[in-house]
């Protein structure tokens, strides 16, 4: 497949699962990639008791081939740490899947799927294979 078609470029849904017996978050995302990496901006509603508390952030990292990284930082807000993502990115270019982590304390798995993306699994779909 061309190294054009995996793109990241994009308007992303997302969940990432807790270590423990937290619910899953989910997230919307707004990429961008260029020559030199990608970046974009991350949107999220807190579901872990934490109310309507909505965090935004921004990520910055990398795509090679399959392989995509970013860090995520948040802006301002009740969470101020970074977290690391590393995943896949599957072969039509609709999901990324992959774990977070938090330096020295949590991690955990995320899913991402392409908005209007045409293939690969729903939200529904997602959040079951996470909590599996």
Not at 73 to 82: D, I, M, S, V
Not at 97 to 105: L, N, P, T, V, Y
Request: with cysteine; net charge negative.
């Amino acid at each position: 497949m061309a190294e054009k078609a995996l793109d990241v470029t994009g308007q992303w849904d997302g969940q990432f699962s807790y270590p423990h017996a937290l619910p899953p978050e989910f997230f919307s995302a707004s990429l961008f990639e260029t020559a030199d990496g990608l970046g974009g901006t991350v949107t999220e509603r807190a579901a872990n008791g934490q109310g309507e508390t909505c965090f935004v952030s921004t990520i910055r990292g990398v795509r090679h081939g399959t392989s995509v990284r970013f860090t995520k930082t948040y802006e301002g807000g009740g969470r101020q740490h970074a977290v690391l993502y590393t995943g896949a990115l599957n072969a039509d270019g609709s999901e990324i899947e992959g774990e977070w982590r938090i330096a020295g304390s949590w991690s955990g798995r995320f899913l991402m799927l392409r908005r209007g993306g045409g293939g690969g699994a729903t939200m529904r779909q997602a959040e079951e294979a996470l909590t599996d």
